[in-house]
């Protein structure tokens, strides 16, 4: 099969697939099917400076086209992270790209500064769709302005390349993605979960309110990574909604040059390999010496 590597941030990578954050758990739950040598790069479970307890159920629903989850962003803490699971992954030779998040902008510079640089992690991935407690609860990842700012901040606790992952719930996406640029991000991941909530017609009440993933997300993460491909000069991972080969392959096409899936494994634990299978055997097909040579080349 054709060469899959890629060059991220000065690191090498077997193929340019990872699956999404929150959506392999801390990686070792997938051993008994598939090894995860197998990603391009394991993505972590958001991680907080301290531990975090979730929300209660359901936190998980099937949607038509879709699932909300409402996890609450669960975690053992960056430390016990470090301590009892990352060296799974150097043993493993996978690299490593930690997503993080806080609620206050204190607890994100602490989080980011934690995390020592390490030949095995590729870069911070910094989720920004988390509601700021000390503005009434509204998202670091709203507003041009507070993203140029907390990516500014984190960026001087860190010397690991910083990737800020942005929220669609924004009136425009290309704005957001230039303010993260201008305040250092080194790239970007596009897209989030999508704000949702599900009543239930019978018993009145509304049994889940969260984020919206899976097929429904995929046009609108196609057209966040296609604007700001054009927008901004820096690496773009793509996600939301990749289910299969065809969907992976309309994502480099539009400008990312690297994919996470998410939703996908919950439907078949196997989409992942399946997927950087496909990649392979697509690039083959048509005589492609790698991903680069159909990053960004879907034209309007
Ligand atoms: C169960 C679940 C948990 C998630 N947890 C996180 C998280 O901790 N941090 C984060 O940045 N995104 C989180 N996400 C969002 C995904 O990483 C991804 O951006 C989104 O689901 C879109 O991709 P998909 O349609 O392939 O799932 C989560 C998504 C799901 C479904």
């Not at 972590?44 to 086209?65: C, D, I, M, Q, Y």
């Not at 250092?184 to 991941?189: E, F, I, V």
């Not at 990312?256 to 634990?269: E, K, M, S």
Request: glycine letters at 12%; a neutral charge; charged letters at 20%.
């Amino acid at each position: 099969m054709g060469n899959l590597t890629v060059e991220f941030f000065e690191k090498t990578m077997r193929n340019p697939v990872m699956n999404a954050s929150g959506t392999l758990g801390y990686g070792k739950e997938i051993e008994s099917l598939w090894g995860i040598e197998t990603l391009g790069a394991y993505v972590t479970k958001g991680l907080s400076a301290e531990p975090h307890h979730g929300n209660p159920t359901p936190r998980v629903w099937e949607e038509r086209n879709g699932m909300i989850n409402s996890i609450g962003l669960q975690n053992i803490g960056v430390d016990r992270f470090f301590d009892e699971y990352f060296p799974y992954f150097k043993k493993r030779k996978t690299p490593v790209i930690v997503n993080f998040f806080g609620f206050t902008e204190e607890e994100y510079l602490a989080c980011a500064a934690k995390i020592k640089p390490d030949p095995f992690i590729v870069a911070l991935e910094m989720n920004l769709s988390c509601p700021n407690i000390k503005k009434g609860g509204i998202s670091f990842g709203k507003e041009p302005g507070a993203v140029f700012e907390i990516v500014k901040h984190v960026k001087g606790v860190t010397k690991i390349p910083l990737v800020a992952k942005l929220t669609p719930e924004v009136r425009n996406i290309v704005e957001i993605a230039q303010a993260a640029h201008e305040g250092g991000a080194d790239g970007l991941t596009l897209i989030n979960t999508m704000p949702a909530a599900v009543v239930d017609v019978k018993s009145r009440n509304i049994p889940i309110r969260g984020g919206l993933s899976g097929p429904i997300l995929k046009p609108i993460a196609l057209r966040a990574v296609y604007e700001c491909s054009k927008a901004v000069p820096i690496p773009i991972i793509g996600a939301g909604g990749i289910m299969n080969t065809e969907d992976a392959i309309s994502f480099f096409m539009a400008g990312a040059r690297a994919i996470q899936i998410g939703t996908a494994t919950f439907v078949d634990p196997y989409a992942i390999p399946k997927i950087i299978r496909g990649i392979g055997e697509y690039l083959d097909a048509h005589g492609c010496s790698g991903i680069g040579d159909i990053v960004g080349i879907a034209r309007d």
